[in-house]
């Protein structure tokens, strides 16, 4: 069963790199988006999925048994959600602003702070 | 009147009264010498946390370097009061001239290798200012890149061998580190620390290959060329190897490099000096050649040679610093250096000629001259060892054309027709007569009353070779001598005399300057720079894409590197047991809503169908938390999935109609699946090592009883890591709030347009 989770966990990387490979910026935030979800998998997975049980205690003897889940884990992965979720949100936004301002989505035609070099020795002059 | 004018006015100060600085030091100097013992020290502190003292040690070595140091210093000082006298930068020179005076002092003078070091490097740089002193010319500022590459180079060689020293002594010392004896000669770093040595003396000192600079530095103003770069700079490479020498005099490794460098450089620059027709750049060949003598010298085994060393180094400060001098007045007359054009100047110019001839005598090594001595040392020295044959042949070589250049110095340029063209040529000032005038009778002097001079140069001459029995200097005369000299002169003479049929042959070996050592450099650089902005193109491309597909690459070959190497054990990946699950069908199916969500990301190309992929991915990550006993981020993760639908309604028009740019699919998708693969490597070797579960025990146990909280997730987010939380939250407003304005532009542009 784990080797499955693991199998899908690394099919999500790899699905996220060849997103964020891409020349379409849209993609590329997804891409990145979905590279943080896989992050969070790992990160929990890496508690091990032993059990069933949440970390709910009624009394004292309760935290002693092994059988409750990893909390420790769970709370790194809440914060990462809702990081990466703010995240996203202003990566659509910023990449909206982005494409308004410079007319399409292709992430090659973005190197306004890298202009090409048109000697080859010295470095290109920059536009405003 | 204009501000340039009154730039002019204010720089054209005589200068002659700065003079007065090197002449004190050497009065005082002299004085000095003759009242206190040998050898002085002083020691102060500096950077003492780093054991870095301002440690002074002098003695009859640096004794001689600063009789000479500050001898020629003056006269070059009073030269140049008279060659820049219509300079508008005189005053920058002079400044440069004083520097490097004080750069020289502590180089010889200092004990701490660092500091020694130090201002080894500063004189290096002031070399680089005054060679492109005139720096609207474009080939004395390439010249004065070429010497700064070039002794700046070796300089760092130089460093790196002092470090191996200190490490290898455990002393900064430049005394204690030659007196240190066998556990520095059996160590074996040794062989590095020579060469790394030798590179550092050698560049400095323009020993083959790296000769080509010298020449080239006669783009500097002629007073810092006879200070620089004959009688002073370029004579602490041989400084240093003397140093070192009676430390490893006994190697054979010193011995083979410094005897077999030592030749080529002299042969070969006597060789090249047949090639120029610029009468400085003769000069400065024939400086190379007496270095190259010099180095050849101190490699020689035996105890005569310390004495030739330092005999002949002095002789040809005192002989070449008048030739410069000379060389500079015939400039500064006629306008030209050329000896095509040069001819027949002793009506006009008989001072200059008779100081040219007086150096030349010593430098042609004739009886009654300083000269004269030196050769008679070095004679002495080549007797009382076995050396090669070719060497001998070699060194008779050398001395012929030393008394050929003599010749073109003293005789070629003033003897003959006159030229027509220098017809209101007239004699120079006083002041750039009277310092080759001096420095040459001085040389002439010192062997006709040697009671002067002798007890240093024989003092130094010890430090160089301890325990040797040196008895004194004054030229017996010894027939031997007499025979040698007498043949070189003969040698000498017909090359002077067929010297334009050798020029005319060896400058028509064009090959030379195609693939000679200075070719070569500037190759090098020229190449470098090609490397560097081809390394620039393919690099820094610009194209973000690229830039991701290089990052992941590079981490991707660490990870196999580290993988391969054997950091990460791979021998628990199979052979660990997988835990078990009741809840087997809902993982399995969150695990599938992953995956296929996940595959078919990259075949979509819709935007809210992309959108809806990575939902599958996030309601699939959702589930399994849910059956994994975290149902605390489940909801959570719900949530922000179903908010995120909100979001992207809002934003997504923005983006209108996705366009397929053409890519390097392929390629991409191999990227995507190493790294695919890395990762699952990655999480198997997580799951083959046991789960270190003590943290997560301590908030469980310490939840109930000291945050009063059931709930041990929420008990870390909100009271154990409550900053973490904190932040957290606050990137959510910061991200609220940077991207509000960001959207009230585009809602603006949208209601414009």
């Not at chain 2, 003292?53 to 140091?69: C, E, H, K, M, R």
């Not at chain 2, 006879?226 to 002073?232: E, F, G, P, W």
Request: aromatic share 10%.
């Amino acid at each position: 069963m784990t080797l499955l989770v693991l199998l899908s966990i690394s099919i999500v990387v790899a699905a996220a790199v060849y997103l964020s490979l891409s020349r379409d910026l849209f993609r590329v935030v997804i891409g990145l988006t979905m590279l943080g979800a896989a992050t969070n998998l790992i990160v929990f997975a890496a508690g091990r999925f032993a059990t069933l049980t949440p970390p709910l205690l009624t009394t004292v003897e309760d935290a002693q048994a092994a059988a409750v889940a990893n909390p420790l884990v769970q709370a790194l992965v809440l914060t990462a959600i809702v990081i990466s979720f703010a995240l996203l949100c202003f990566a659509l936004v910023l990449g909206a602003r982005l494409r308004a301002q410079a007319g399409n989505d292709d992430v090659k035609q973005m190197h306004a702070t890298e202009p090409v070099a048109w000697d080859s020795v010295k470095p290109p002059e920059l536009e405003n | 009147m204009s501000h340039a004018d009154a730039r002019v006015g204010a720089t054209n100060r005589d200068m002659l009264w700065l003079a007065l600085i090197p002449s004190g030091l050497f009065i005082g100097l002299v004085w000095a010498l003759s009242a206190i013992a040998l050898p002085w020290q002083l020691q102060l502190d500096w950077v003492p946390s780093l054991g870095v003292g301002l440690d002074w040690y002098i003695d009859a070595l640096s004794a001689q370097f600063l009789v000479l140091i500050t001898g020629i210093g003056t006269m070059v000082f009073i030269y140049a009061s008279g060659y820049m006298a219509h300079d508008a930068n005189a005053g920058r020179f002079f400044l440069l001239l004083l520097l490097f005076m004080t750069a020289m002092v502590g180089v010889v003078s200092a004990d701490h290798l660092l500091v020694l070091f130090l201002f080894w490097e500063l004189t290096s740089l002031i070399s680089f200012f005054l060679v492109g002193f005139k720096h609207t010319d474009e080939q004395a500022r390439a010249s004065a890149r070429q010497a700064l590459f070039i002794t700046l180079g070796g300089g760092l060689a130089l460093l790196a061998a002092f470090i191996l020293l200190a490490q290898i002594t455990g002393t900064w010392s430049l005394q204690a580190i030659v007196a240190s004896g066998p556990e520095l000669i059996e160590d074996p770093r040794l062989p590095a620390v020579l060469m790394l040595l030798f590179i550092g003396c050698f560049t400095k000192s323009a020993q083959f290959p790296f000769h080509f600079w010298l020449p080239n530095a006669m783009s500097a103003p002629t007073p810092a060329s006879a200070y620089l770069h004959s009688a002073t700079m370029v004579k602490l490479g041989i400084y240093l190897l003397a140093r070192f020498d009676p430390a490893f005099n006994e190697l054979l490794l010193w011995e083979v490099s410094l005897i077999g460098i030592g030749t080529i450089t002299a042969v070969w620059a006597a060789l090249l000096a047949l090639r120029e027709r610029d009468l400085k750049r003769i000069l400065a060949r024939s400086t190379v050649s007496a270095l190259g003598t010099l180095v050849l010298l101190i490699g020689l085994p035996n105890e005569e040679a310390a004495l030739a060393v330092i005999a002949f180094l002095f002789a040809h400060a005192l002989y070449k610093a008048p030739l410069f001098f000379v060389a500079g007045n015939i400039d500064h007359a006629t306008g030209t250096r050329s000896i095509d054009h040069l001819m027949g100047l002793r009506r006009q110019m008989p001072f200059t000629m008779v100081a040219a001839i007086l150096a030349s005598l010593s430098m042609a090594g004739l009886p009654l001259s300083f000269g004269y001595v030196a050769k008679d040392v070095v004679t002495t020295a080549k007797s009382g060892t076995d050396l090669l044959q070719i060497v001998s042949y070699g060194l008779l070589f050398v001395n012929s054309i030393a008394v050929a250049v003599a010749a073109v110095a003293a005789i070629r340029v003033f003897w003959g027709p006159a030229n027509p063209a220098f017809a209101r040529v007239r004699e120079v000032s006083w002041r750039m007569l009277l310092p080759p005038l001096l420095i040459a009778i001085v040389g002439l002097e010192f062997e006709l009353m040697p009671a002067f001079t002798d007890p240093l140069l024989v003092d130094a001459a010890r430090v160089i070779a301890p325990a040797a029995d040196i008895g004194d200097l004054s030229a017996d005369h010894s027939i031997a001598t007499f025979v040698t000299v007498a043949e070189v002169l003969v040698i000498g003479l017909v090359l002077f005399l067929f010297w334009e049929q050798l020029h005319r042959y060896l400058a028509g070996l064009a090959r030379l300057d195609h693939y000679g050592c200075a070719a070569l450099f500037e190759r090098l650089l020229a190449g470098l720079t090609r490397v560097a902005a081809w390394h620039t193109k393919t690099l820094q491309h610009g194209n973000l894409s690229g830039y991701m597909r290089l990052t992941l690459v590079v981490l991707l070959l660490f990870g196999l590197g580290a993988w391969l190497a054997g950091d990460v054990d791979g021998s628990g990946l199979w052979a660990s047991s997988w835990p078990a699950y009741e809840q087997g069908w809902a993982l399995l199916a969150a695990t599938v809503l992953i995956s296929a969500g996940a595959l078919a990301a990259p075949f979509v190309y819709g935007r809210l169908a992309l959108l809806m992929v990575i939902g599958l991915v996030g309601y699939g990550s959702a589930v399994l938390f849910l059956f994994a006993g975290a149902p605390d981020v489940a909801f959570t993760q719900f949530m922000v999935e179903t908010v995120l639908v909100v979001v992207a309604a809002a934003v997504l028009p923005h983006y209108g109609a996705p366009s397929r740019y053409p890519e390097p699919r392929l390629l991409n998708a191999a990227v995507a699946v190493a790294a695919g693969i890395a990762t699952f490597i990655l999480l198997a070797h997580m799951f083959s090592v046991p789960s270190d579960r003590s943290l997560a025990e301590w908030f469980a146990t310490n939840s109930l009883p000291e945050a009063h909280g059931r709930n041990v997730v929420n008990v870390i987010l909100v009271d154990f890591r409550a900053l973490d939380t904190f932040g957290e939250i606050a990137v959510v407003a910061f991200s609220a709030l940077a991207a509000w304005p960001l959207l009230r532009t585009m809602r603006k542009r949208r209601r414009t347009s």
